[in-house]
């Protein structure tokens, strides 16, 4: 649905000659409040005069896109970021997105998605017996792969995130990551493991041997009809138990190649179209169901996972500005769930590629340290890693 309010009403002009430390604590106050999508779905905040931002002479202007997820997902953003410092004569194109409703009759639409309801749960509850019989039929034929443990050690990672937030941003040279026989994803997921290894071996006494991380997929090559949200999270290990670093990213590349099979065939294809046709009715008792699952495994000593890896390509180095001056970098800050406390997100646009972080100091609280570590570990992958 379009909405034609101003867009002043939506943008909030902010503090004006921060530090990038003072910006960086602002940034983690937005992270910690959540937007109710129903009343204000996005809003814009402008920094003026950012001093000592990374990689930038003098003072920079920085935007900032606060949204709910109900409205931004990972496969908008790159269009979103096009709109606001892009060519403004270009069209602007979401793979899987309709086109744009003018007016929509909230008390109509309610009505009809009542009155579908019922049809709704009947077609969800044979889609879904459907989908359980067809992964039985694969699992007897043996053409289905063996699903991983789900079973892990807890980590201070999956503890409570309290209601603060700590945002940090590494920026990254992609060409000197490009490593032989790994994808970038494979040198970052790496990097991220030799660094979460040494950090929980200072702070918590040990890494856990199952140690993995949650990333996101993209499904490229899936039919546009199962919408903008084409993606698959897939749980990889991070084998931190292999202490040679080659043999460890060739293990972790590994492990993510195997997830990209597992979450890039019809299977998978069709799990999402099931999520797609779950009846809104349900989602929230749904959800809470899988929030009281987590929390009784956390009770138990069992985690899923430990971190969350996501990505945003936008295209290369993007021709981007803003009043005349060009983009420096991006960022972007998936939120903290109930299962870890610890996220990442990288931006690929060339030179400008950037991993943001995301956690909070109840979870990590010396993430400066993780950061130092952080860049150690991709200065170790290039030297010790041949280049592609």
Same mark, same amino acid.
């Given at each position: 649905?379009?909405?034609?309010?101003?867009?002043?009403?939506?943008?909030?002009?902010?503090?004006?000659?921060?530090?990038?430390?003072?910006?960086?604590?602002?940034?983690?106050?937005?992270?910690?409040?959540?937007?109710?999508?129903?009343?204000?779905?996005?809003?814009?905040?402008?920094?003026?005069?950012?001093?000592?931002?990374?990689?930038?002479?003098?003072?920079?202007?920085?935007?900032?896109?606060?949204?709910?997820?109900?409205?931004?997902?990972?496969?908008?953003?790159?269009?979103?970021?096009?709109?606001?410092?892009?060519?403004?004569?270009?069209?602007?194109?979401?793979?899987?997105?309709? =086109?744009?409703?003018?007016? &929509? %009759? *909230?008390? $109509?639409? @309610?009505?009809?998605? +009542?009155?579908?309801?019922?049809?709704? #749960?009947?077609?969800?509850?044979?889609?879904?017996?459907?989908?359980?019989?067809?992964?039985?039929?694969?699992?007897?034929?043996?053409?289905?792969?063996?699903?991983?443990?789900?079973?892990?050690?807890?980590?201070?990672?999956?503890?409570?995130?309290?209601?603060?937030?700590?945002?940090?941003?590494?920026?990254?040279?992609?060409?000197?990551?490009?490593?032989?026989?790994?994808?970038?994803?494979?040198?970052?997921?790496?990097?991220?493991?030799?660094?979460?290894?040494?950090?929980?071996?200072?702070?918590?006494?040990?890494?856990?041997?199952?140690?993995?991380?949650?990333?996101?997929?993209?499904?490229?090559?899936? =039919?546009?009809?199962?919408? &903008? %949200? *084409?993606? $698959?999270? @897939?749980?990889?290990? +991070?084998?931190?138990?292999?202490?040679? #670093?080659?043999?460890?990213?060739?293990?972790?590349?590994?492990?993510?190649?195997?997830?990209?099979?597992?979450?890039?065939?019809?299977?998978?294809?069709?799990?999402?179209?099931?999520?797609?046709?779950?009846?809104?009715?349900?989602?929230?008792?749904?959800?809470?169901?899988?929030?009281?699952?987590?929390?009784?495994?956390?009770?138990?000593?069992?985690?899923?996972?430990?971190?969350?890896?996501?990505?945003?390509?936008?295209?290369?180095?993007?021709?981007?500005?803003?009043?005349?001056?060009?983009?420096?970098?991006?960022?972007?800050?998936?939120?903290?769930?109930?299962?870890?406390?610890?996220?990442?997100?990288?931006?690929?646009?060339?030179?400008?590629?950037?991993?943001?972080?995301?956690?909070?100091?109840?979870?990590?609280?010396?993430?400066?340290?993780?950061?130092?570590?952080?860049?150690?570990?991709?200065?170790?992958?290039?030297?010790?890693?041949?280049?592609?």
């Amino acid at each position: 649905m379009a909405d034609h309010a101003p867009i002043e009403q939506r943008l909030v002009h902010r503090d004006h000659g921060l530090d990038w430390s003072e910006f960086l604590a602002a940034i983690g106050e937005l992270a910690a409040t959540a937007m109710d999508a129903r009343s204000r779905a996005w809003r814009i905040h402008v920094f003026y005069g950012v001093r000592r931002v990374p990689g930038v002479e003098g003072a920079a202007t920085i935007v900032v896109l606060q949204g709910s997820h109900a409205l931004l997902a990972g496969p908008s953003i790159a269009a979103v970021a096009s709109v606001l410092f892009g060519d403004p004569h270009e069209p602007v194109t979401v793979p899987g997105l309709g =086109p744009v409703a003018e007016r &929509v %009759n *909230r008390f $109509a639409a @309610a009505a009809r998605g +009542l009155a579908r309801t019922p049809a709704g #749960l009947v077609r969800y509850a044979v889609a879904l017996q459907a989908a359980v019989r067809a992964v039985k039929q694969r699992q007897a034929e043996g053409s289905a792969e063996p699903a991983p443990s789900v079973e892990r050690a807890l980590t201070p990672l999956n503890g409570g995130c309290g209601d603060r937030r700590t945002a940090r941003v590494v920026r990254l040279d992609v060409d000197t990551l490009k490593r032989k026989n790994l994808t970038l994803t494979g040198v970052l997921l790496t990097g991220i493991s030799h660094a979460l290894q040494r950090y929980l071996d200072e702070e918590a006494g040990g890494c856990p041997p199952d140690l993995a991380a949650l990333v996101t997929i993209a499904m490229t090559a899936a =039919p546009t009809d199962l919408g &903008v %949200n *084409r993606l $698959a999270g @897939a749980v990889v290990d +991070l084998h931190p138990e292999i202490e040679s #670093l080659p043999v460890r990213a060739a293990t972790v590349q590994a492990s993510l190649e195997r997830e990209r099979r597992i979450n890039s065939n019809e299977v998978a294809v069709e799990r999402i179209r099931l999520v797609n046709q779950l009846p809104s009715v349900l989602y929230p008792w749904l959800s809470r169901q899988g929030r009281r699952r987590g929390r009784a495994a956390k009770a138990r000593g069992i985690a899923r996972l430990h971190t969350v890896v996501s990505s945003i390509n936008f295209g290369g180095a993007a021709p981007w500005s803003l009043g005349g001056a060009p983009l420096a970098f991006a960022a972007a800050f998936p939120p903290l769930t109930f299962e870890a406390g610890l996220t990442h997100c990288f931006i690929g646009a060339g030179h400008q590629s950037s991993l943001s972080i995301l956690t909070s100091p109840d979870v990590m609280p010396r993430a400066d340290r993780y950061v130092a570590l952080l860049e150690n570990a991709f200065a170790e992958i290039t030297g010790s890693l041949v280049p592609r």
